[in-house]
């Protein structure tokens, strides 16, 4: 299903005209808009009248989240105050909050993608959506949400918290779709086992996850407990929101709706492109937002990209699984180490749930790494021996992966804290030392 063919099946000749078109545009209106970016623009000796496409897009300034802080709240806003219609805030949980300011037609932008998303995912007008991601400055709730109803499909604003609750509605309501972050359709499907409730009393066909990295083997996790198909989709406060980009039924990446953000993959220390198909950082620049354009924003998220044509037809540049974040990579001994493939190796095992946590520590001035992992209840066991046995195996695969060694701690089944929103997987004790 797509919902604009024109858009997403574009000839990419035909998209690049718009894409430099949209470019040139963007890079006037912040020129003569925004006093952050021209003062970038004078100091690279740039006029804007010298860009002529996004060739040239490597030679341009980027934008990074501490610029949207030096310049919060609304520093950024490229149309007065009275033209912005709605705010948007990150959670600002590890300083200032970064801001989104949208107008009407960014609004109407935003509800396009995610309409574009919730077909590209199979969802229609007969479907009942149940979003349970949360609602208010978080993009998540509200961003579905309008999707959803343009394209004409019900709409229950479940938000995050009260489980049971969430639960009873979607069984009466008769939910077909369900969105939230991944780690939460875990915790919703974990609690319909605790309740005796088997997912086929609920209609749920489809599930739209995002808002944190997530592996192959927790999809597959979670399609086998929800009997429903996991599909991915991206999104960030700073751009726009969910929608920016989404999987097809094909699963073969996400597809980014590139007329609004065109996507560069560099290499996180040098800023230049790399080959596709090669790991680098996710640059967007969004070239149709009025409120708060940016320019190359740099979103830390490394990946890779392909600009094959799918087997659904959309001509669109596809993402493949997130890695890990630049900024969230764990070095450890020297080593990188991201918390995606720690997952990866849990979930290839039977014997272990999709719930732990990394703790890093710093002793005798040797970083040292303690995997806490829940067993399986069906596995777990008071024999020592067994357990033991479970350990070494789970540090085999774990040093044949990262190339380090690391401490397995077991744990009971259900004794790591669930969360309702975004999963807390690394905690970093050497921060609080130094």
Same mark, same amino acid.
């Given at each position: ?35 952050? @970016? ?33 310049? @919060? ?110 780690? @939460? ?140 974040? %630049? ?22 095992? %039977? ?48 040093? %044949? ?34």
């Amino acid at each position: 299903m797509i919902w604009n063919e024109h858009a997403e099946c574009m000839d990419r000749e035909q998209l690049l005209k718009l894409q430099n078109e949209r470019l040139r545009n963007m890079v006037s209106r912040l020129y003569y808009n925004v006093p952050f @970016y021209r003062k970038k623009f004078q100091e690279a000796g740039i006029d804007p009248g010298d860009i002529t496409g996004i060739h040239q897009l490597k030679d341009l300034p980027t934008t990074t989240k501490q610029d949207l802080r030096d310049n @919060y709240p609304f520093g950024l806003f490229a149309v007065p105050q009275s033209e912005i219609v709605r705010l948007h805030a990150s959670s600002g949980t590890t300083g200032k909050p970064t801001v989104g300011g949208y107008t009407r037609a960014d609004l109407r932008t935003w509800s396009e993608v995610v309409a574009r998303s919730l077909y590209a995912a199979g969802v229609d007008k007969n479907d009942v959506v149940h979003v349970s991601y949360g609602y208010g400055l978080f993009t998540g709730g509200l961003g579905i949400h309008q999707g959803a109803q343009k394209i004409g499909a019900t709409v229950i604003p479940a938000s995050g918290g009260n489980t049971k609750k969430q639960l009873q509605i979607m069984h009466d309501f008769g939910s077909t779709v369900l969105a939230c972050t991944p780690s @939460y359709a875990l915790y919703l499907a974990d609690t319909m086992k605790e309740l005796g409730m088997d997912p086929s009393e609920l209609k749920l066909r489809r599930g739209i996850f995002g808002a944190e990295p997530w592996t192959e083997e927790m999809r597959r996790e979670i399609e086998a407990k929800l009997h429903l198909k996991a599909l991915d989709i991206y999104g960030l406060t700073e751009v726009i929101g969910p929608g920016v980009a989404m999987e097809c039924e094909h699963q073969k990446g996400l597809h980014i709706f590139e007329d609004h953000f065109i996507p560069e993959i560099v290499d996180p220390n040098t800023l230049q492109p790399v080959p596709h198909g090669q790991v680098g950082e996710l640059l967007f620049t969004t070239v149709t937002k009025e409120g708060m354009p940016l320019l190359r924003y740099r979103t830390r998220d490394l990946t890779t990209m392909t600009v094959e044509k799918c087997a659904c037809g959309r001509t669109l540049a596809r993402l493949n699984k997130f890695l890990g974040r %630049s900024d969230d990579m764990l070095i450890i001994r020297g080593v990188n180490v991201f918390p995606s493939q720690i997952e990866s190796v849990l979930l290839e095992m %039977s014997e272990t749930e999709p719930h732990y946590q990394l703790i890093v520590d710093r002793v005798n001035n040797l970083d040292i790494l303690e995997i806490r992992v829940e067993v399986n209840e069906a596995f777990f066991s008071d024999e020592i021996r067994q357990m033991e046995n479970l350990a070494k195996k789970i540090k085999a695969n774990i040093e %044949s992966v990262l190339g380090i060694s690391a401490k397995i701690k077991l744990v009971e089944p259900k004794t790591i804290e669930r969360s309702e929103g975004k999963a807390k997987r690394v905690i970093d004790l050497r921060k609080l030392v130094d």
